[in-house]
């Protein structure tokens, strides 16, 4: 129990301070302030230690989220970090990127009282971050070696706690991925204002030092076949995300000034990594109107500010209360200049008459019961009408994008796409080929990073026992 046990009746929640709007909006820095050693310790001494920590239900990695509010409160910084370790394997990063809101902060005893919830998500953040300013590293030194080898494809957040997991059980491991750098979604679609590269670099470096390979630039089934990473390996996780565009199919859909959400994304973020300008992102004076009201469409919203636009407009076409990303991040889009439009369904992309988009025609809606829990917009006849745009940007969401080399050896597929894993009799995370394990989005479909951490640090304890009863295929030596 915290020494300080109604502390949260003096101290109220005050999450670190964000960038100022004026200053964020002139670069893609981080926004999130950081804390000071007595502020985090403050902070975490505000639990009450409820004895049935939702919190840690809710967070979709349990982590022991008291425990290391305890020992942050005591100052113990480095065992706080290696405690956080045993259960999220991107402390790190899901403090940086987790809805806390719908997750950890959202369940908190206190978010149910009028106080408000421990900081949770900041907190590991701040923890990590100052454990690696002070040289803390993983402690590896009681791992025996199996001589067991697993080959990981795709080096996104899945990718990286399966090979955490599994060096910590002693199985060496080679992540492959067809990026020159790793991250997956981390690096190249979570635009660096919510999440610095320099953070995932500072992981590369991490999971180096625990041995883990990195294998970059490399296309399984293009550059190197699969099936000889099912020769040569004992077992293969696959962690490929889910990159097929739901396509609204939109009259005008290939306009110029027509962008999809993840190109767009990703291209800024690269031209971002090469120093370069903006060029033909270059959105000053022109008005911006985004498609879809998740997460990506924050981001979008949001890089679009900082490409210039002149106005951006976020159409979704429920209400605020059914947008399916983090209140958070609306209430950042908001702050930083978007404008939301709601009740609006986009009918089509309008051109200018020389190719170039125009517009976009919408619809009213209204909601009306969908007897599956989640009310469904109904277009109202007669309300359409035009919003004038320059640049039109579409984001409608992520399907599975299965490759073909994983049909072709038997894994069994939903027909959404999505990978079956755990079925009839199987391991947790095992596909109905023995030696095949998957996680993260081609599982799930497009979701959150902790829930891929989930999938990757529990692949990997499905692997190692499997592997337990096995011979090594070969003896290797790791580091
Ligand atoms: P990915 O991160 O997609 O990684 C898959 C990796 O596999 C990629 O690196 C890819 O290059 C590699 N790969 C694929 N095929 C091959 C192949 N054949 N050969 C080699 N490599 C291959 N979630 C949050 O929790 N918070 C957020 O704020 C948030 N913001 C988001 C913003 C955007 C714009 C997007 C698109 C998503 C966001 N998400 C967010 C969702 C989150 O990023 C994903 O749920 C998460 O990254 C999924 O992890 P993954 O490891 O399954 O896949
Ligand atoms: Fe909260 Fe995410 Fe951290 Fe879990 S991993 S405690 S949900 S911020």
Not at 14 to 38: H, S, W
Not at 79 to 108: F, K, S, W, Y
Not at 188 to 210: Q, S
Not at 358 to 380: A, F, H, M, Y
């Amino acid at each position: 129990m915290s020494a300080k046990l109604f502390q949260f009746l003096d101290v109220p929640r005050q999450p670190p301070r964000t960038v100022p709007v004026a200053v964020r909006v002139l670069g893609y820095g981080e926004i999130g302030g950081d804390f000071a050693m007595p502020q985090a310790s403050t902070q975490a001494e505000r639990c009450i230690d409820c004895g049935n920590p939702y919190c840690e239900h809710a967070c979709p990695v349990h982590n022991y989220i008291p425990n290391w509010l305890k020992l942050v409160q005591q100052g113990r910084i480095l065992e706080a970090a290696t405690l956080m370790h045993e259960t999220n394997p991107l402390p790190e990063i899901c403090g940086r990127v987790c809805p806390q809101d719908r997750l950890c902060e959202g369940a908190c005893t206190l978010e149910q009282t009028a106080f408000g919830s421990v900081t949770i998500g900041s907190i590991e953040r701040w923890v990590t971050d100052e454990a690696f300013r002070q040289g803390w590293r993983p402690d590896l030194s009681n791992v025996r070696e199996t001589g067991h080898r697993v080959a990981v494809i795709g080096a996104g957040p899945a990718g990286l706690a399966c090979a955490d997991r599994l060096r910590r059980e002693g199985i060496a491991v080679d992540v492959y991925d067809r990026h020159r750098e790793i991250g997956g979604l981390l690096t190249f679609g979570i635009p660096p204002f919510k999440l610095d590269k320099g953070v995932v670099r500072t992981r590369r470096d991490v999971l180096e030092g625990m041995g883990v390979r990195f294998v970059l630039g490399k296309d399984i089934g293009r550059d190197v076949a699969f099936e000889s990473l099912l020769e040569e390996y004992d077992a293969v996780f696959v962690g490929t995300g889910a990159y097929t565009f739901v396509d609204g199919k939109l009259p005008g859909h290939a306009l110029q000034g027509v962008h999809d959400a993840l190109p767009f994304l990703i291209a800024n973020t690269e031209r971002l990594m090469r120093d370069e300008p903006a060029s033909m992102f270059d959105f000053h004076g022109k008005h911006v109107v985004v498609l879809g009201g998740g997460d990506t469409g924050m981001d979008c919203n949001r890089t679009a500010i900082r490409l210039g636009a002149a106005s951006v407009t976020c159409v979704y076409r429920r209400d605020e209360a059914s947008m399916p990303g983090s209140a958070r991040e609306v209430n950042y889009s908001r702050e930083e200049g978007v404008s939301f439009l709601f009740h609006r369904q986009p009918m089509a992309i309008l051109d200018d008459g020389n190719g170039q988009v125009r517009g976009v025609r919408v619809v009213e809606t209204r909601l009306v019961d969908s007897g599956d829990g989640r009310p469904k917009p109904q277009n109202i006849p007669g309300t359409e009408s035009e919003i004038a745009a320059d640049v039109v940007i579409q984001s409608f969401g992520f399907l599975p994008s299965p490759p073909e080399w994983l049909t072709a050896h038997g894994v069994q597929l939903a027909s959404s796409g999505k990978v079956i894993t755990g079925a009839h009799g199987r391991l947790p995370h095992q596909t109905s080929h023995p030696k095949i394990f998957a996680g993260g989005d081609n599982v799930r479909g497009a979701d959150l990073v902790v829930r891929a951490v989930y999938d990757g640090r529990e692949a990997a304890k499905s692997i190692a026992n499997m592997l337990v009863s096995e011979p090594a295929k070969t003896t290797v030596a790791v580091g």
